[in-house]
């Protein structure tokens, strides 16, 4: 399999044609990324991270079966993938309150809710989303309402499986986004799954927990690199 | 029945407890509203006609066993309904692009949807009520994820009924606002169906209808009375 021209030079990774037209490649960067109105500077090693963590866990949900684009890691923080037509929406799903949400209810950062909200964003060319609900994506035919009805089950059954792997390294899975797109008709996860797209805190800090420190959102990101990458890494 | 103390003095209407716990009365008010981001002036005699509409259409919509929470007409532009307990979400059922939707996704205003959008919005105490879905619904406790399935499949049936109606009378039904709420457990529709619940146009007057002409929402709103009462009331 050839590496061939860019198709698309996004703010956080590059995806490159292969030879193969089911095939591309995915190259990750270490940009700034902007989750949930929060800004996630560029940091020196940040692809290196994502890339291994979209991999592993890309896989992992594989194990799991949730089809995912994911094939195989390359080098240069990369990995191939299934050639997606993607769904123009950006999933949310929040189990406890934090940015936007805590904005636009007024609700505490930090509280946990009942039941996870998930929420569908129109992924347009500005830098705000839209909020919009199954009936907008069918009626702007983004989606069929099966579609949506398999990628509402899908979402919550990752959410369950990503939570299940943090708590186990004493880490709290806030929220998270997720894209979806279809190759050859079948839906599957895209996009990447990394520090880029969740928001992480630490367990033991309840209450006063540093919400920044594996978000890489602040200040003590680059020095929480390693532990990030022990504590994701190291047992499992 | 007596009509008791003053509950609610709401935008529009007021309502009256009565010596039945299970009835209430709701009195019309000739006043200003707000529709989807439009003002919607007091005018004289709007109380009359919106009492009318509301008391009619809820029962017509009785007819076509969609549960509402009207009883009866009463004087002075009024109605005796159940007792209810209110969700506290404002539906707005959309067949054209219009007002804030226009906005939102820059569509042009008018076009025709191919599926009817349902939205909901969470009612607090602002005036501007905040985008949710029904993921926000059931988690911040509104209403039962099975409430809200009932509540999608009587609104979608509302809508057939009521764009046949105007249909008829040569009216598009553009979009609407409903209310729900639960009396002794039952779900119906509570508020009101009126001039200042949805936006109506002139069918004739494709690509350039006076739009405000029967949304009471512009100036000729007033001299437009009689010409809304005739062509609303006279058949059917």
């Not at 095939?23 to 270490?30: S, T």
């Not at 006063?208 to 532990?227: Q, T, V």
Request: glycine content about 6%; hydrophobic content about 35%; aromatic content about 10%.
């Amino acid at each position: 399999m050839k590496k061939k021209s860019l198709l698309e030079d996004g703010p956080t990774k590059k995806i490159f044609e292969t030879d193969d037209p089911d095939l591309q490649i995915v190259e990750f960067k270490d940009a700034e990324a902007i989750y949930d109105d929060e800004h996630i500077n560029a940091v020196k090693g940040k692809a290196d991270v994502n890339s291994q963590l979209s991999s592993q866990l890309l896989e992992y949900l594989q194990g799991f079966h949730v089809p995912t684009y994911f094939v195989r890691t390359e080098p240069k923080h990369s990995m191939v993938v299934r050639t997606l037509d993607i769904i123009p929406i950006q999933l949310m799903m929040r189990n406890c309150a934090a940015g936007t949400l805590c904005k636009r209810f007024g609700l505490n950062e930090g509280k946990v809710l009942d039941i996870p909200i998930l929420e569908y964003y129109l992924k347009n060319n500005t830098d705000e989303y839209q909020l919009i609900n199954s009936s907008h994506a069918v009626s702007f035919s983004l989606a069929t309402a099966d579609e949506l009805r398999t990628i509402d089950r899908l979402a919550s059954k990752i959410n369950a499986v990503l939570k299940s792997f943090f708590e186990r390294r004493d880490i709290k899975l806030v929220d998270f986004k997720l894209e979806f797109g279809r190759h050859k008709g079948k839906l599957m996860v895209g996009g990447e799954i990394s520090l880029d797209t969740f928001r992480l805190w630490d367990i033991s800090d309840e209450g006063y927990f540093d919400k920044k420190k594996f978000s890489l959102a602040g200040d003590r990101a680059e020095p929480g690199f390693e532990e990030i990458k022990n504590r994701l890494f190291s047992t499992d």
